[in-house]
């Protein structure tokens, strides 16, 4: 854990008064890392008692707007103010610790305002005992002005006593251990240098020295990477209870529909902040209400823009047709003919006006959801049997002995520490890499689709457009009609260099191309990596309505938890069916 920092212009510290006003709060907040503006604008605020879950893609500032607040990062323009009473507790994703620390020294830095309220506590109870005569007598004897010293002392001695047992004073070393154990750090020797521990441990010390020290705010950066299923459970149930502010910034689906009480979706460099009430469930009730208005107000716009031609269209001919000249009257036909082509010219601009307005205001069309397309041809459908087998595939020491079918209607999950190998088999599967033992059996023609964990194109200097057009082997015109359709890209990222696209943009474009080649098969490698949640959940319905056998590595708990009847495990070597 880390505390947030005062000095850098535009952040200020408030100690909050009345406690019930306390907030963090980020107002037109401007911030660029290097050459690459990240924040634009930005205003957030976080009141006592919430718990906000930040969302957006990756690349989009997340972890920039955390660190803004915390004050380790300087502001070009706009205000940061923390008004709590206390310090706030920072968790960034790789925290550090100061140069010689050992996981005891970080214990005692968590646990020293226990020590410090204890010694209040004994000092108090010396002042009360002062106020005692010798004889054991009260204070009846004392002056008003004693009396009402003594009270204050009493009352400041119950609030300690108070708070102390609230935060689990009295129980303070089993408390420690409870932490240590629950966050898998139990085991380990406390003086222990902190530099010796793994990413994820010194991950996990620094979210048990933030647990321990409770301070009056709190500043969360993908909390529930590197924890076990147990520990996020504890986590929620601990985060429930805490009063003060706290912004998380997570991709843990369920973490933020239990533990939070409100979702503001984040698109820095846009200066966009969407805040959603309640907790994740009720941002997607809402974003799907949003997406039905959008599509009602685009067939509504359509509607109304081909009313308005065909006005157009009908005035203009009217103009040139009018009934012919009767009994001679050429004077009557003359009339008529001039009030007609008025009339027409008056009907002709007020349509070409509002044709204007529309096109003025056009509503874009919303983008498709996600949705994997039959194959294009009788020609390339597959027979219902096994798509692909594999039998005694071994690689290495992480895979060893591995048996697997798959044919459609097939969905499974695959589990397993990191390095158990999962990557590895996927690649196998795909056809990527050839194993040391075993064989994979395709069906002739079966087209596979393949997400890898790590993109293609990092090296990639070729546009968006050209890049997509020549993996597809399609015209360019077709190539941008497909690029567009999900909403994966818009129009104005197709000349963008690949080399330069945020990873979270790299992984749109690896998706994109997953859903134009109309797979046989899927073998999906984390997903989710990357992406909006929104996009997530498209995807997930996408592979849930494919038709095809799926094979999905991934440490998602919401996924896990929506299939679990589907989970296999990679460990040893070998996969095994996990119980749910």
């Known amino acids: 854990m880390s505390e947030a920092k005062a000095g850098h212009p535009g952040t200020q510290d408030v100690v909050s008064g009345d406690h019930r006003s306390a907030h963090l709060l980020a107002e037109n907040v401007h911030c660029a890392l290097g050459d690459r503006l990240v924040l634009r604008d930005v205003s957030l605020k976080v009141s006592r008692g919430e718990r906000v879950g930040l969302i957006g893609e990756n690349g989009r500032g997340k972890s920039t707007l955390l660190r803004a607040i915390a004050g380790e990062l300087p502001l070009q323009?706009?205000?940061?103010?923390?008004?709590?009473?206390?310090?706030?507790?920072?968790?960034?994703?790789?925290p550090g610790f100061p140069a010689g620390a050992t996981i005891e020294t970080v214990l005692a830095r968590a646990t020293a305002e226990f020590g410090d309220m204890a010694e209040r506590m004994r000092a108090a109870e010396e002042l009360m005992s002062s106020g005692m005569d010798d004889s054991g007598m009260d204070d009846s004897g004392k002056g008003e002005s004693d009396k009402a010293d003594l009270s204050e002392?009493?009352?400041?001695?119950?609030?300690?006593?108070?708070?102390?047992?609230?935060?689990?004073?009295?129980?303070?070393?089993?408390?420690?251990?409870?932490?240590?154990?629950?966050?898998?750090?139990g085991s380990l020797d406390r003086l222990r240098p902190t530099e010796t521990l793994s990413g994820g441990e010194r991950s996990r010390l620094a979210l048990a020295e933030l647990v321990l020290a409770e301070p009056a705010g709190l500043l969360l950066d993908e909390p529930t990477n590197h924890l076990d299923d147990r520990a996020v459970d504890w986590l929620v149930q601990w985060l429930a209870q805490y009063q003060g502010p706290c912004l998380i910034a997570s991709h843990d689906r369920l973490l933020l529909d239990t533990a939070v009480t409100a979702i503001v979706d984040l698109d820095g460099s846009r200066g966009s902040t969407v805040r959603y009430g309640g907790g994740y469930r009720d941002y997607l009730d809402e974003r799907a209400a949003a997406q039905a208005r959008w599509w009602q107000e685009y067939r509504d716009w359509r509607q109304a823009l081909a009313e308005t031609r065909r006005r157009l269209d009908k005035a203009g001919r009217s103009g040139r047709t009018f009934s012919g000249m009767r009994d001679g009257d050429?004077?009557?036909?003359?009339?008529?003919?001039?009030?007609?082509?008025?009339?027409?010219?008056?009907?002709?601009?007020?349509?070409?006006?509002?044709?204007?307005?529309?096109?003025?205001?056009?509503?874009?069309?919303?983008?498709?959801?996600?949705?994997?397309?039959?194959?294009?041809?009788?020609?390339?459908?597959?027979?219902?049997?096994?798509?692909?087998?594999?039998?005694?595939?071994?690689?290495?020491d992480v895979v060893c002995g591995v048996d697997l079918e798959l044919a459609p209607g097939a969905l499974h999950v695959v589990t397993g520490a990191n390095g158990a190998g999962k990557s590895t088999l996927l690649s196998v599967l795909a056809g990527l890499r050839t194993p040391d033992a075993g064989v994979v059996v395709r069906e002739p023609g079966l087209r596979i689709g393949y997400?890898?964990?790590?993109?293609?194109?990092?090296?990639?200097?070729?546009?968006v457009l050209d890049t997509f057009a020549a993996h597809r082997a399609a015209y360019v015109e077709d190539a941008a009609r497909e690029l567009t359709r999900f909403g994966l890209f818009g129009t104005a990222d197709f000349d963008v260099p690949v080399n330069r696209l945020s990873v979270g943009q790299l992984r749109r474009l690896e998706l994109a191309l997953l859903f134009s080649r109309r797979p046989h098969l899927l073998l999906l490698d984390e997903p989710g990596n990357h992406l909006s949640l929104a996009l997530v959940e498209q995807l997930q319905e996408a592979v849930e309505q494919f038709t095809g056998p799926v094979l999905m590595v991934t440490h998602d708990r919401a996924l896990r938890e929506r299939h679990r009847d589907s989970l296999l495990e990679l460990a040893g070597g070998r996969l095994v069916r996990r119980r749910a």
Not at 77 to 82: H, I
């Open 77 to 94: 323009r706009g205000q940061v103010l923390r008004a709590v009473a206390g310090q706030v507790g920072f968790l960034p994703q790789q």
């Open 153 to 185: 002392v009493l009352s400041e001695y119950g609030r300690l006593q108070d708070e102390f047992a609230r935060r689990g004073g009295w129980e303070l070393d089993a408390r420690v251990g409870e932490v240590l154990d629950v966050f898998g750090l």
């Open 451 to 463: 997400l890898p964990q790590e993109s293609h194109f990092t090296r990639e200097r070729r546009g």
């Open 330 to 396: 050429k004077l009557s036909y003359n009339l008529a003919g001039g009030g007609a082509q008025a009339a027409a010219a008056r009907a002709t601009r007020a349509a070409r006006q509002q044709l204007g307005l529309l096109l003025d205001e056009e509503v874009r069309r919303p983008p498709e959801p996600l949705a994997f397309r039959a194959p294009e041809s009788e020609s390339a459908q597959l027979p219902d049997g096994v798509l692909l087998r594999a039998e005694g595939l071994v690689v290495g």
